[in-house]
């Protein structure tokens, strides 16, 4: 026995002693010196307390290159998954359970438009951004030949290829395609319209309602230039991409007249899935002439937000509408054409390869028309409504993308005029880029190709392909789009809300949001003119919504309190909620869950299960809450298959005894136990995570959060009948600058700025997160090598 308790310490010792080796092996270095392929001179990289890379090279070469590399290490998995999204390899990598999600992208086309996109990249000849870019995929492509991979790709059994420019335009292509409401709204309202009539439609936020909050316009002659019109079942996919969906955000810019410091102050948090590692990595550059410290998407050189000394750039989404779809009428003499007015097109198509893990390669068919691919074989929600074929018409995949061109020229820009050039590159996804310098302007723009449509035409419900007048009809140019330089206002801000009408007086159509941040948000800040840093956390914190306490104390009006009177105190309780969400709060707790009940008995009836799921996911909701709830003539009341008619207060109160029957179940009988922070469940999934146990290893759980639907510090979540909401996205980061000192920039990110799962920086950052506390955005050489907590040097290869 002995000599067994013995061999079995022994054995458990060595297993230990395997573990921590094998631990020390997978964690990155963050000291030392590293030979690099191409490198033509040295180059420091100093890492701060929280894992940010701070590179110094003496050419833009070197500096891209050891970016590449240093990227590579921390976030080579992150960087694999995306790719494969955008490139509709996904099955090759992960199996079987993915060759549908590789369908419907190689259907919807990006994996074809990063080809076309790469070409034409490549075809600008020896371009500075090309250049940065090339440097950048050597240094990954170095990191991948060292074979010191990431643990996932030993779990998986695999390796990675070669890192390429099609790679990079895939991943870019993936983030369009995250934008791209269409495909979850578009199919939804087109079965409203067809199985219920425009009375059900009316009831609706279906486009933006005159109470929705606008985004001021403020057009300057100074930048004119000449620019001439032109011609030219998806939830439950989603659902298994391995990559974050981006999703909304906040920003807003501040003239010197509103701040303490006389400087323009920035502020920017993107809102975008949570996910382990979060989607931005962090990265400072140096190099003779330039100086930027920006925020990276994996794969991609360039940071889409971040700042030098005298700029700084940010974004969050437009939301407009760029996607159609064309239901097509055959010509009966050949099924393989399409009949446009008088006119007959032929449909083409092309045969597309999946090559699937541990089977054989599956080889399918794309058909397309004149208006783009025929989506009813990849989308149940299509094939559902029509026999016909339905084409997507999608302005991203209309012409190659040169994103990385307009990124590269924003993160170099010396003027605001330059900025507004880059943005004119960005023809989808519809992004707003903030902007404010040192000089102290400040603006924004709207950068979209926007198309110009019919009148005949509603852009959210299935077009008659067959219509001459339907036809798209060229585009606006980017001088009409949206944008403020400058206002008198002393701020631009944006919050995914509708733009005011363009300078030709045309209101573009979208999946906006209602606004209610961006009015928080305006308000707010044309309250005060000493704004700081310090000062204006409150704001990006803030987790109050005004409406939804409008809306409670409208339900409230239609309650019969004689049937709740053993609920009296919760339901005066709910008559003060001011629409903040906190922790120990117990109005959320039953306000969401009678929305939820509410909805569901109006809708389900005439939706079904499934659609009335997909209509709680869409920006429709949120935003038509209180005009659905509000609306005197709203046939969705009325149940299906009744004798009565059923009112508006019989669905509110059934809805309560519902809500408060099911909570006293969860929580407890005392409505004070009603906690919110008992209904919120915070974590950051790794796409190795859904199964387990390697949920906890790699997914990252956080505290508690102030979850919440379109207050400011958005901490969004699906409603559901569970009553436990999990929360799936919100600021991907916080970012507050002010130009009176831009090295005391501050940020923060959800988890960490590493992916590497052994890193001590793979999620640092959680606690700062869920606290409200931020971190400095280090740029000052001395203070950085003084706190450098390690460094790297970076050799040119003998």
């Given at each position: 026995?002995?000599?067994?308790?013995?061999?079995?310490?022994?054995?458990?010792?060595?297993?230990?002693?395997?573990?921590?080796?094998?631990?020390?092996?997978?964690?990155?270095?963050?000291?030392?010196?590293?030979?690099?392929?191409?490198?033509?001179?040295?180059?420091?990289?100093?890492?701060?307390?929280?894992?940010?890379?701070?590179?110094?090279?003496?050419?833009?070469?070197?500096?891209?290159?050891?970016?590449?590399?240093?990227?590579?290490?921390?976030?080579?998995?992150?960087?694999?998954?995306m790719r494969r999204v955008g490139s509709g390899t996904l099955a090759e990598f992960l199996g079987p359970d993915l060759v549908d999600i590789d369908k419907f992208f190689h259907t919807l086309g990006i994996p074809k438009h990063a080809k076309e996109s790469a070409a034409a990249f490549v075809n600008q000849g020896e371009t500075s951004w090309k250049k940065a870019a090339d440097s950048y995929i050597a240094g990954v492509n170095a990191f991948i030949l060292e074979d010191q991979l990431p643990v996932e790709y030993l779990l998986l059994g695999e390796k990675p290829r070669p890192y390429t420019v099609e790679d990079m335009h895939s991943i870019i292509g993936y983030m369009s395609f995250t934008f791209a409401m269409a495909l979850k709204t578009d199919p939804l309202v087109t079965k409203m319209a067809r199985e219920l009539g425009s009375e059900y439609l009316k009831a609706l936020s279906v486009q933006t309602?005159?109470?929705?909050?606008?985004?001021?316009?403020?057009?300057?002659?100074?930048?004119?230039?000449?620019?001439?019109?032109?011609?030219?079942?998806?939830?439950?996919?989603?659902?298994?991409?391995?990559?974050?969906?981006?999703?909304?955000?906040?920003?807003?810019?501040?003239?010197?007249?509103?701040?303490?410091?006389?400087?323009?102050?920035?502020?920017?948090?993107?809102?975008?899935?949570?996910?382990?590692?979060?989607?931005?990595?962090?990265?400072?550059?140096?190099?003779?002439?330039?100086?930027?410290?920006?925020?990276?998407l994996a794969g991609v050189p360039f940071g889409l937000v971040g700042h030098s000394r005298r700029h700084s750039v940010g974004l969050t989404m437009f939301e407009n509408d760029d996607q159609d779809f064309f239901q097509e009428k055959l010509n009966p003499a050949n099924p393989n054409e399409i009949v446009i007015g008088d006119s007959i097109f032929p449909i083409t198509s092309r045969k597309e390869i999946i090559q699937v893990k541990g089977q054989a390669s599956i080889e399918f068919e794309v058909r397309e028309t004149v208006h783009g691919p025929i989506m009813n074989p990849v989308s149940k929600e299509i094939s559902a409504l029509t026999n016909n074929p339905v084409s997507s018409w999608w302005v991203f995949t209309q012409e190659p993308s040169k994103a990385l061109e307009a990124i590269y020229r924003m993160n170099h820009a010396q003027s605001l005029q330059e900025i507004a050039d880059a943005a004119s590159l960005i023809h989808a996804p519809g992004l707003n880029i903030m902007y404010g310098d040192a000089e102290g302007n400040i603006a924004w723009w709207a950068a979209a190709k926007l198309p110009i449509r019919s009148d005949k035409v509603h852009s959210k419900i299935f077009v008659d392909g067959s219509d001459p007048e339907s036809q798209p009809k060229g585009w606006y140019p980017f001088t009409e789009n949206p944008q403020s330089i400058n206002p008198s206002s002393g701020f631009v801000a944006s919050a995914n809300n509708q733009p005011d009408s363009s300078r030709n007086g045309h209101f573009f159509p979208g999946y906006y949001y209602p606004g209610e941040r961006w009015n928080r948000i305006s308000k707010t800040i044309t309250s005060k003119?000493?704004?700081?840093?310090?000062?204006?956390?409150?704001?990006?914190?803030?987790?109050?919504?005004?409406?939804?306490?409008?809306?409670?104390?409208?339900?409230?009006?239609?309650?019969?309190?004689?049937?709740?009177?053993?609920?009296?105190?919760?339901?005066e309780m709910l008559t003060k909620w001011t629409g903040e969400h906190q922790l120990n709060m117990r109005s959320p707790t039953i306000f969401y869950k009678w929305l939820y009940h509410t909805l569901r008995l109006s809708m389900e009836d005439e939706l079904g299960k499934d659609a009335f799921k997909a209509y709680l996911e869409t920006f429709m909701m949120v935003r038509s809450n209180s005009h659905f709830i509000t609306f005197e003539n709203n046939p969705w009341w009325d149940k299906k298959g009744t004798d009565a008619i059923e009112s508006r207060a019989d669905i509110i109160n059934e809805a309560l005894k519902i809500t408060l029957e099911e909570l006293s179940s969860q929580f407890g009988k005392?409505?004070?136990?009603?906690?919110?922070?008992?209904?919120?469940?915070?974590?950051?999934?790794?796409?190795?995570?859904?199964?387990?146990?390697?949920?906890?290893?790699?997914?990252?759980?956080?505290?508690?959060?102030?979850?919440?639907?379109?207050?400011?510090?958005?901490?969004?979540?699906?409603?559901?009948?569970?009553?436990?909401?999990?929360?799936?996205?919100?600021?991907?980061?916080?970012?507050?600058?002010?130009?009176?000192?831009?090295?005391?920039?501050?940020?923060?990110?959800?988890?960490?700025?590493?992916?590497?799962?052994?890193?001590?920086?793979?999620?640092?950052?959680?606690?700062?997160?869920?606290?409200?506390?931020?971190?400095?955005?280090?740029?000052?050489?001395?203070?950085?090598?003084?706190?450098?907590?390690?460094?790297?040097?970076?050799?040119p290869k003998p």
């Open positions: 026995m002995k000599k067994l308790l013995s061999f079995l310490g022994i054995l458990i010792f060595l297993l230990i002693l395997g573990l921590l080796g094998f631990v020390f092996w997978q964690s990155p270095k963050y000291q030392g010196e590293i030979t690099l392929e191409g490198l033509s001179q040295p180059a420091d990289i100093h890492f701060d307390k929280y894992g940010i890379p701070h590179i110094y090279a003496q050419s833009e070469d070197d500096a891209y290159r050891a970016l590449g590399y240093i990227h590579a290490r921390e976030r080579l998995f992150q960087l694999e998954m309602l005159p109470e929705h909050h606008f985004i001021p316009v403020n057009y300057p002659d100074s930048l004119l230039k000449e620019n001439l019109l032109v011609s030219s079942q998806l939830s439950e996919l989603l659902e298994k991409l391995p990559a974050p969906i981006l999703q909304g955000s906040n920003s807003w810019v501040i003239s010197g007249s509103r701040t303490k410091s006389g400087k323009v102050l920035f502020a920017n948090d993107t809102h975008i899935g949570f996910a382990a590692p979060s989607v931005w990595f962090e990265a400072h550059l140096e190099y003779p002439g330039f100086s930027f410290y920006g925020n990276h003119e000493d704004w700081d840093t310090e000062n204006i956390r409150s704001l990006q914190l803030e987790s109050i919504n005004e409406t939804y306490p409008k809306l409670i104390q409208f339900l409230l009006e239609e309650v019969r309190r004689d049937d709740f009177q053993d609920w009296n105190s919760a339901l005392n409505y004070e136990e009603w906690e919110w922070k008992k209904a919120v469940v915070f974590e950051h999934p790794h796409p190795l995570g859904s199964q387990k146990p390697l949920d906890k290893i790699f997914n990252v759980k956080s505290d508690p959060v102030e979850a919440n639907e379109e207050a400011v510090n958005k901490l969004a979540f699906d409603l559901n009948g569970e009553g436990i909401y999990k929360v799936t996205s919100g600021p991907a980061m916080r970012i507050l600058l002010d130009f009176g000192n831009v090295e005391e920039s501050i940020s923060v990110l959800p988890t960490g700025n590493s992916g590497n799962r052994f890193s001590k920086h793979y999620a640092d950052q959680k606690e700062l997160f869920t606290k409200g506390k931020y971190r400095s955005q280090l740029m000052n050489e001395q203070e950085i090598k003084e706190k450098a907590k390690g460094k790297i040097t970076l050799l």
